[in-house]
């Protein structure tokens, strides 16, 4: 999800509708595949159907209430009934793949809020885009201080315990084992994500998809 992630960020800021209208192509895809092909090709269109859940929340949001970040995971979670209900279908892997991504989601909002983040978002992306890229880095290195390391590290710590967990349901598990596996995959790139945001921020603002 990491490619998914950084492609959706710099497209939903510059053209959010036709972002947005892409959540039906990875919809139908993932329908078609999952309706007309073999096994294998089912589960990838399953968990393009989770994708296509994940991509709507964030065009939602980020298309048009960036400005508000306390309303980011509840946005985000637009399509958790309709997930919920898919982890009692044939469909459980996107289910879990969308839920999973959701969790991850946040722990993020979670720890943003917790070492001051959430607070200064607004006035990030109010600023003009030169001002926007210099206080985004400015924030971004408020981090390094002893407390706010210790509280990521027992987030990122928390989140690898619960993938790991996963992943072991997953082997043992034969029914929805696929499901915890790649729920567990998808709980985990939320460090991968989130870490690269950050060296984003530090190395080159521009670039984060925050501004």
């Not at 991509?55 to 306390?70: A, D, T």
Request: net charge positive; proline share 5%; hydrophobic share 55%.
């Amino acid at each position: 999800m990491i490619l998914p992630v950084f492609l959706q960020a710099p497209w939903v800021h510059f053209h959010p509708l036709s972002a947005l209208l892409f959540t039906f192509v990875l919809l139908g895809c993932g329908i078609v595949l999952g309706r007309f092909f073999s096994e294998k090709w089912f589960k990838i269109g399953s968990l393009l159907v989770g994708v296509s859940g994940s991509w709507l929340g964030g065009c939602l949001f980020w298309g048009w209430l960036r400005m508000h970040p306390i309303l980011h995971l509840p946005v985000e979670a637009v399509a958790m009934p309709i997930a919920f209900v898919g982890l009692t279908t044939k469909w459980r892997i996107g289910a879990g793949f969308y839920l999973s991504c959701l969790l991850g989601t946040a722990f993020t909002d979670f720890m943003m809020v917790v070492t001051g983040v959430m607070s200064k978002w607004p006035e990030v992306l109010s600023a003009p885009i030169e001002q926007a890229a210099v206080k985004l880095n400015i924030v971004s290195l408020t981090l390094f201080n002893l407390p706010t390391l210790t509280c990521l590290f027992i987030a990122a710590c928390l989140i690898v315990f619960l993938s790991d967990q996963m992943n072991q349901r997953g082997v043992i598990n034969s029914l929805c084992g696929n499901t915890w596996l790649v729920a567990g995959t998808a709980l985990t790139t939320t460090l991968w994500v989130d870490g690269l945001f950050l060296v984003t921020t530090i190395i080159q603002p521009k670039f984060s998809g925050l501004i």
